[in-house]
C-alpha cells in the first residue's frame, strides 16, 4: 500500500470517528449535568402551589424562572462537585461508571461548562428578579463550601446538603413573592434531613463502612436510623399540627385526610431504605409505584385543599 493512498483515506477514515468522539462527550457532558436529579428543583413549586398561586399566569411564570435557574445552576455545580471527587469516584464501584471519573468528560471541561451553567442560573435568577437572583447566589455559595470543605465534616454535611433542599423550597416562594410560614419551613428542613440521611444510610449499608465518602467512615448505621427516625417523627407532628390546627371548617377536612398519605410516604420511604435502596431519593419518585401512589394521594388531598376550599 502506496503512502499516498494512506494519506489521500486519512481525512475520511478519522472524521466518523471524530464526529463519534465529540457526540459521546456531549453526551457524557449531559449526563455529568444529571438531569434526573433536576427532580429535586421541583420543590420551587411548592410554596406557590401552597399558597394558591402556581394556576395564575404570573405564579406559573415565576415558578418556571426559578426551576430554570435551580437545573442550570445545580447542573454546573454537579460538574465541579464530581471533578473535585474524580479520583475517590474512580473507586467507588457505581460512581467509576460516571463520565468525569471515566475519562469521557475532562476535568478541565468539566469546570468550563459548570461556570458556564452556573453563570446562566444566575444571569436566569436576574431575569426572575433581584431577590430570586440572591437565593440563587446563597446556593451557590452553600454547595460550593460543600464540594470543597462541608462534606468532609460530620453531621455538618448532612445539614448543608439538606439547606440546600430547603434553599430550593424558599426559591419558589421568592419567585412569586408569597410569604414562607414557620409551618412550611420547619417541615421542608426535617423531610429534607430524612432524605439526606437515608441516603447515607442506603451508602453505608452498599459500601459496608468501606465508601470513598470521607463522611462514612465515622457514621454508623444506627445513628443514621436515629436521625432518620428523629426527623421523621417532627417532620409528621409538625404537619399534624399545621393540619389541624391551622385550618378551619370545610378547609380543614382535605388537610386533615392529607395526614393519611404523608405518613404513607414516610413510612414507604423508611422501608425502601432499609432494604438498602435509599442511595437516589430521585430514583425512587421515580421508579417505586407505591411511593408514587402515596405522593399523588398527598398532592391531590392538598390540592383540594388550597383550590377548592
Not at 33 to 52: E, I, Y
Not at 195 to 211: D, I, M, T
Not at 244 to 270: K, M, N
Request: with cysteine; net charge positive; glycine share 10%.
Amino acid at each position: 500500500m502506496s503512502p499516498e493512498g494512506t494519506a489521500l483515506r486519512s481525512p475520511v477514515d478519522d472524521s466518523p470517528a471524530s464526529a463519534g468522539s465529540a457526540r459521546s462527550v456531549a453526551a457524557g457532558l449531559f449526563r455529568a449535568c444529571r438531569p434526573r436529579q433536576w427532580l429535586k428543583n421541583a420543590l420551587v413549586f411548592a410554596a406557590p402551589a401552597a399558597a394558591g398561586v402556581l394556576t395564575t399566569g404570573a405564579g406559573m411564570r415565576g415558578s418556571l424562572v426559578a426551576f430554570a435557574a435551580f437545573c442550570l445552576t445545580a447542573s454546573g455545580t454537579y460538574l465541579f462537585n464530581d471533578s473535585a471527587d474524580v479520583e475517590a469516584d474512580r473507586r467507588h464501584p457505581r460512581k467509576r461508571s460516571r463520565p468525569i471519573a471515566s475519562g469521557v468528560v475532562s476535568v478541565r471541561l468539566a469546570r468550563l461548562v459548570g461556570a458556564v451553567l452556573i453563570a446562566a442560573g444566575l444571569l436566569t435568577g436576574w431575569a426572575g428578579g433581584w431577590r430570586l437572583a440572591a437565593v440563587v447566589a446563597a446556593y451557590i455559595a452553600l454547595t460550593s463550601s460543600y464540594t470543597f470543605w462541608l462534606k468532609r465534616q460530620p453531621v455538618v454535611d448532612l445539614v448543608a446538603v439538606a439547606g440546600c433542599h430547603v434553599i430550593r423550597a424558599y426559591a419558589g416562594a421568592v419567585a412569586v413573592a408569597v410569604p414562607v410560614t414557620s409551618w412550611f419551613l420547619v417541615v421542608i428542613s426535617l423531610g429534607s434531613l430524612l432524605l439526606v440521611a437515608g441516603k447515607r444510610e442506603a451508602e453505608l449499608r452498599a459500601q459496608g463502612g468501606n465508601g470513598t465518602r470521607a463522611t462514612l467512615v465515622t457514621y454508623t448505621v444506627a445513628y443514621l436510623g436515629h436521625v432518620r427516625v428523629m426527623a421523621s417523627g417532627a417532620m409528621i407532628v409538625t404537619y399534624c399540627l399545621w393540619a389541624l390546627q391551622e385550618h378551619e371548617g370545610l378547609a380543614r377536612a382535605p388537610y386533615a385526610v392529607s395526614i393519611v398519605p404523608f405518613v404513607l410516604v414516610v413510612l414507604r420511604h423508611a422501608l425502601l431504605v432499609d432494604r438498602g435502596v435509599g442511595e437516589e431519593p430521585e430514583e425512587l419518585a421515580l421508579r417505586d409505584r407505591p411511593l408514587q401512589v402515596f405522593i399523588g394521594l398527598l398532592l391531590l388531598s392538598l390540592a383540594v385543599g388550597v383550590y377548592l376550599t
